[in-house]
C-alpha cells in the first residue's frame, strides 16, 4: 500500500536555527498538509497546499514557517529561527481529492529544539 | 472554544466486550467526518470514514447526527489489538482536519 515518507524520524536542533523537515507524499495525490502534536496534546492543523499554493494555514503557521513542493516528489515544511515552543510531532499528510477524504499520514518527525 | 470534543477516558474494558466512544462537534458547516486510531507516538492511522446514514466495518460501527453535531464510534468483541487512542475529526470545505483530543482504550486480557 502506497505510504506517505517523512525525513527525518527525528531532528535536534539549537533554538534560533532553521531547520527543514522533509516529506515525500502519495505520488498520485495532489493535496498536502502538515500538522504538528505538542506531546500529550491534541494533533493541530497548520497549513494544507495544493496546485503549489497554500490552500489554508492556522493562526500557528505564522512567518517563521513557510511551505515548499521544490520537485516533483518532495514537499517540506521550513521553519526559519525554532523556538523552545516548536517541539512537536510533525506530521505530513495527503489526500487526492479535496473533499470528504481521508488523509493519509506519514510518521511522522520528532522535532526537538534545545 | 474546541472544534471538536472527545471523553479523554481512558477506557478500560475486557477483552470481548462492547465499548461506545461519542464526539461532538461545533462548527455546524463541517463537511465530512473521520475515527482515526493512533498508537502511541506513532502517526494517526485512518480508522473508518463516517456517512450521515451509519457505516459499519466489521466489529466497527460510526454514526453521525448531524442535527446534534454528535458522533460516534462503538466497538464490539474488543481485542488486545484495539488497544490506542481514538481521535475523531471533523474537516471542513478545504479539508482541513480538526482534531479532537482522542479517547483512550485499553482492552485488558
Known amino acids: 500500500e502506497p505510504e506517505v515518507t517523512q525525513t527525518p524520524s527525528h531532528q535536534v536542533t539549537q533554538m534560533g536555527q532553521e531547520v527543514i523537515l522533509r516529506c515525500v507524499p502519495i505520488?498520485?495525490?495532489?493535496?498536502f498538509y502538515w500538522y504538528r502534536q505538542i506531546l500529550g496534546q491534541k494533533v493541530e492543523f497548520l497549513v494544507s497546499?495544493?496546485?503549489?499554493?497554500?490552500?489554508?494555514k492556522s493562526e500557528i503557521f505564522d512567518d517563521q514557517f513557510s511551505v515548499e513542493r521544490p520537485d516533483g516528489s518532495n514537499f517540506t515544511l521550513k521553519i526559519r529561527s525554532t523556538k523552545l515552543e516548536d517541539s512537536a510531532m510533525y506530521f505530513c499528510?495527503?489526500?487526492?481529492?479535496?473533499?470528504?477524504?481521508?488523509?493519509?499520514f506519514g510518521d511522522g518527525t520528532r522535532l526537538s529544539i534545545l | 472554544r474546541k472544534e471538536v470534543e472527545q471523553d479523554p477516558g481512558p477506557f478500560n474494558v475486557p477483552e470481548g466486550a462492547t465499548v461506545a466512544f461519542n464526539c461532538t462537534y461545533s462548527?455546524?458547516?463541517?463537511?465530512?467526518f473521520f475515527w482515526y486510531r493512533q498508537d502511541c507516538r506513532k502517526e494517526p492511522k485512518l480508522l473508518m470514514s463516517?456517512?450521515?446514514s451509519g457505516n459499519e466495518d466489521g466489529r466497527f460501527t460510526a454514526q453521525l447526527n448531524r442535527a446534534s453535531q454528535y458522533i460516534s464510534l462503538l466497538i464490539r468483541d474488543s481485542k488486545l489489538s484495539d488497544s490506542a487512542t481514538y481521535l475523531c475529526?471533523?474537516?471542513?470545505?478545504?479539508?482541513?482536519?480538526?482534531f479532537g483530543t482522542g479517547t483512550s482504550l485499553t482492552v485488558i486480557p
Open positions: 499528510a495527503s489526500s487526492d481529492k479535496v473533499s470528504n477524504q481521508p488523509q493519509h
Open positions: 505520488s498520485n495525490h495532489l493535496y
Open positions: 497546499f495544493y496546485n503549489n499554493e497554500i490552500s489554508e
Open positions: 462548527n455546524s458547516a463541517s463537511q465530512s
Open positions: 463516517v456517512y450521515s
Open positions: 475529526v471533523a474537516a471542513n470545505t478545504g479539508n482541513q482536519f480538526y
